[in-house]
C-alpha cells in the first residue's frame, strides 16, 4: 500500500513508494525540504531554477529510495503537469485514457501526433514513417516542435496536460528543460519484456473512438467494434524488438533528468490495478499542492 508520511513542520513533504516494490510494512525514508531562499514566493528547485509560490519543489534526498515519488512537486492544482514513460506497448496509451477520464488533462501523445502527419500525408509526416518502421526514434527536427507547440496550445495550459512517450532522449528532455517545461510527476511504467511482446502482437485500435483494445486482455465489446479495429503497422513481434532496443538505449538519460519526481508503478499488473496506483500518486500531487496553496494563502493573510 502506498503511504504518505507527513512532517509536522509548517512545510511537509510526502512519500509515495511504489506498491509493487516495497513491502506493506516498509518504511520509506523521507526527503526533508531543504530551502534555499527566504523568500515566500519563489523558492530555488532541485535544478536550480526558480519558481513561484504556486509551484514549489522539493530538494531530493539522496538517502531515498529511488523507487520512490521522493516528493510531491509543485502544482497549481488546476493545471496538473503529468509524463508518462514506458518501454512500448507497456500501457502508456491505456492509461492515458483513464487519467484524462478522471483528471481532464489534455492528452498529448507524440507517436499519435506523428500517426496524424502520416495520415495527413505531409513532408514531416513521410519522413517520420521511414524511422517508425525501422523502431527508431524520429528526427528531433520533427519531433521537439511538434510537441512543442502542441504543449503551448492554450487548452494544455488551462486544464494541463498528460504527455505520452516524450520525452524519449536526453536532447529532449533537455529541449524541454530549456523552454522551463517540467513535469509535476514522471510516471514509469514497468512492464517485462515478454509480457510487451504479447501487448504489441495482440493489440488492436478502433478507429471511430480511437480505443485502444487487446484480443487477449480487453477484447472489443461487441461485433460491430469487432470487425472495424485495425493494427498499427509497427506491430509486429519484429519491429517490437527494434523499437525496445530504441528504448533501453534512452532511457536512462531521460530518467536521470526527473529523478526526484518519478513514480515507478508495477505495469505488469491489470490496468485497473495499474491505474489505481497512478490514481493515487496523482490524488496526493494535488492534495499536497492544496494544502502547499492553502498555508500560502494563510500566511499571507496573516
Ligand atoms: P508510440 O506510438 O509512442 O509507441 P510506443 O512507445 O512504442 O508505445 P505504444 O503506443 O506501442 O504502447 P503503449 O505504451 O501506449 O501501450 P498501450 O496502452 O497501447 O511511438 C511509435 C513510434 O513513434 C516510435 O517507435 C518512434 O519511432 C516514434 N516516436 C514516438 N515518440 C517519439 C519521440 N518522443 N521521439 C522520437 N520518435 C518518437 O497498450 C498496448 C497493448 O497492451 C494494448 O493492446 C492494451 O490493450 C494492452 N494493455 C495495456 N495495459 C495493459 C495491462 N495492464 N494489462 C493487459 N493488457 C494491457
Excluded at 509526416?125 to 525501422?134: C, L, P, T, V, Y
Aim: net charge neutral.
Amino acid at each position: 500500500m502506498a503511504s504518505l508520511n507527513i512532517f509536522s513542520s509548517s512545510l511537509a513533504v510526502a512519500l509515495l513508494p511504489s506498491p509493487s516494490l516495497f513491502p506493506s510494512n516498509h518504511k520509506p525514508r523521507a526527503a526533508r525540504y531543504t530551502p534555499h531562499s527566504a523568500s515566500k514566493t519563489s523558492l530555488r528547485l532541485a535544478n536550480g531554477h526558480r519558481r513561484g509560490n504556486s509551484e514549489l519543489r522539493w530538494k531530493p534526498s539522496s538517502t531515498s529510495p529511488t523507487a520512490t515519488l521522493q516528493v510531491v512537486a509543485l502544482v497549481n492544482p488546476k493545471s496538473l503537469k503529468v509524463m508518462i514513460s514506458g518501454a512500448p506497448a507497456s500501457g502508456k496509451g491505456t492509461q492515458c485514457e483513464l487519467i484524462k477520464e478522471k483528471y481532464g488533462l489534455v492528452h498529448i501523445s507524440a507517436g499519435d501526433l506523428l500517426r496524424e502527419e502520416i495520415a495527413a500525408g505531409t513532408e514531416n509526416g513521410r519522413q517520420a514513417k521511414e524511422f517508425m518502421e525501422k523502431g527508431m526514434l524520429v528526427p528531433n527536427e520533427i519531433v521537439v516542435t511538434m510537441v512543442k507547440e502542441r504543449l503551448l496550445q492554450p487548452d494544455a495550459e488551462k486544464h494541463g496536460w498528460l504527455l505520452d512517450g516524450y520525452p524519449r532522449s536526453l536532447s529532449q528532455a533537455m529541449a524541454l528543460e530549456n523552454l522551463s517545461i517540467q513535469p509535476d510527476i514522471f510516471i514509469v511504467l514497468d512492464v517485462s519484456d515478454e509480457i510487451l511482446v504479447e501487448r504489441v502482437v495482440g493489440r488492436r485500435l478502433d478507429p471511430v473512438t480511437g480505443r485502444i483494445y487487446h484480443l487477449k486482455y480487453s477484447p472489443p465489446e461487441n461485433e460491430e467494434v469487432a470487425t472495424r479495429l485495425t493494427q498499427r503497422f509497427d506491430d509486429t513481434e519484429e519491429k517490437v524488438k527494434l523499437r525496445l532496443q530504441t528504448h533501453y538505449q534512452n532511457v536512462e538519460s531521460v530518467l536521470s533528468i526527473y529523478e526526484a519526481v518519478t513514480f515507478k508503478v508495477n505495469g505488469n499488473a491489470p490496468k485497473e490495478d495499474v491505474f489505481a496506483q497512478i490514481d493515487k500518486a496523482l490524488s496526493s500531487v494535488i492534495d499536497k499542492a492544496t494544502e502547499i496553496d492553502s498555508s500560502s494563502a494563510a500566511g499571507m493573510a496573516q
